[in-house]
């Protein structure tokens, strides 16, 4: 009996001669790609989303290649803005405030829908700094607003950041998670699990982000990753976990004065389908009605009338309180100076806010002018109740300055440098704020008689009074 030979046979060359093909196989097209001549072409719908200036990540999606320019959009979802829903919640005692089928949900395709139009229903806000840069974000919070009508904005935020927010009525919930500390495991991963079970559709981050802050914001689950990057090697695998990334000038985002935003600013405000671009809105605070008869109470208690006394804000102090811009540490006077400043006030009464008790003692010691009111204030909002009712400012590159714009009070701003001046208080003449800038680059060294003629501006206000 022959024996069966189980080894696999010799596989001949696959087409090692291949058949003579006719010439017009390379220069002809097969007739399927070529659409017969009685068919229209497809209409394209012309797009205005500008191009991205900068190129990108390879190794974030290999095979997207960008937009298909053959893709035509139908009005369900890219005409116009997202349409915020005017009916009442199904449940007014329900904290989150959601309709269970808001209007013109389609609970097949939404998420479709928020993907092509980039509609973001909830949005986190992760802010990095202290009460002034938190305060700056006031703007950026407003164009989200305006740009998704109906939008929900969460806010994480330092301890003293998160003080902003009661200031602030388009914050729903605002959190202390300071980006810029270093939490236990245990708080690291709660927050973790907090904006998991939020839902976010976007999440936006002032903190320069490396590979850590961004494999956290990764690991949100968050449709749309948006944040800050370092200018320098610290940056090197954060693009690959974000949607979107902004490369400051320098590793102090503050430094940016007023307009430290602007990228993340032009960024959600671009024109895209028909959406045109959307304006950047000014800096403005709300104050609750209990919060002003609770200042209102403080500062008749010193001796001050409404209207009839100006805050004085800027004084030395080692406290956490003072408000000052990382962007700006020579931003505080000691106490003789600001003696030499208010010792020719007359008509008004100066009020100094003092960021901590200890300062009392030392305030009435010093000023010799025995018409002044002291008032313990560390909150923004109490000091932006404060400024509401007062006839102007005179106060350092703190948050003061920026409140007495936002309530478009007149002020005078004393900083180290002109070019200081120019970058955290932009348009001055507009914003009622007369500008004092020292000649030598430091602070101490204010012209103090220059500043005792700009009080005239106090005077014009309260004439029109």
């Not at 919930?173 to 270093?182: F, T």
């Not at 505080?332 to 009392?360: A, C, H, M």
């Not at 010691?365 to 000091?383: A, H, K, R």
Request: glycine share 6%; net charge negative; charged share 25%.
């Amino acid at each position: 009996m022959a024996s069966t030979s189980f080894l696999p046979k010799t596989i001949s060359p696959f087409l090692t001669n291949p058949p003579s093909l006719p010439s017009t196989h390379f220069t002809t097209k097969p007739s399927f790609l070529n659409p017969p001549a009685d068919h229209l072409a497809c209409t394209r719908k012309s797009s205005i989303l500008t191009p991205s200036a900068k190129k990108k990540n390879p190794w974030i999606d290999i095979f997207d290649d960008g937009e298909d320019p053959d893709m035509e959009y139908g009005s369900l979802f890219v005409d116009g803005k997202q349409e915020e829903d005017t009916r009442p919640a199904d449940n007014p005692n329900n904290p989150y405030g959601f309709l269970k089928f808001p209007k013109g949900f389609n609970i097949e395709v939404a998420q479709l829908g928020l993907k092509i139009r980039g509609d973001i229903r909830r949005c986190c806000c992760m802010i990095s700094g202290g009460v002034y840069e938190n305060l700056l974000f006031f703007p950026v919070i407003q164009m989200l607003k305006d740009r998704y009508p109906g939008i929900l904005v969460d806010v994480l935020a330092s301890d003293r950041g998160k003080q902003c927010y009661e200031l602030n009525k388009n914050v729903r919930w605002a959190n202390v998670y300071d980006p810029d500390g270093d939490p236990e495991p245990a708080v690291y991963t709660d927050m973790i699990g907090i904006l998991k079970n939020r839902y976010y559709d976007s999440i936006l981050s002032t903190k320069l982000a490396g590979l850590g802050h961004a494999a956290f914001m990764f690991m949100s689950s968050a449709r749309d990753k948006v944040s800050y990057i370092y200018p320098n090697v610290n940056a090197a695998g954060a693009d690959l976990l974000l949607t979107e990334t902004f490369k400051p000038d320098s590793t102090n985002l503050s430094e940016g004065g007023y307009h430290m935003y602007h990228q993340m600013l032009d960024w959600l405000g671009r024109a895209y389908y028909n959406v045109p671009r959307q304006p950047v809105p000014p800096l403005r605070v709300s104050i609750s009605r209990k919060l002003k008869e609770y200042v209102e109470a403080k500062y008749r208690a010193a001796g001050a009338e409404k209207g009839k006394y100006i805050v004085i804000h800027g004084i030395e102090s080692d406290s956490k309180a003072s408000m000052q811009s990382k962007g700006d540490t020579d931003s505080l006077l000691p106490l003789e100076v600001w003696d030499k400043i208010t010792d020719d006030i007359s008509g008004l009464k100066p009020v100094f806010v003092i960021p901590n008790e200890k300062e009392r003692e030392n305030v009435e010691e010093i000023i010799y002018n025995e018409d002044i009111g002291i008032l313990f204030i560390t909150t923004p909002g109490q000091l932006a109740a404060l400024i509401n009712d007062s006839a102007g400012v005179i106060a350092t590159n703190t948050a003061a300055i920026q409140l007495a714009n936002a309530r478009e009070k007149p002020s005078i701003a004393l900083f180290g440098s002109e070019e200081k001046g120019k970058l955290f208080v932009p348009k001055a003449e507009e914003k009622k704020c007369t500008i004092i800038s020292s000649k030598t680059g430091k602070l101490i060294d204010i012209d103090v008689g220059a500043v005792k003629q700009a009080l005239q501006i106090f005077d014009m206000s309260l004439a029109l009074v």
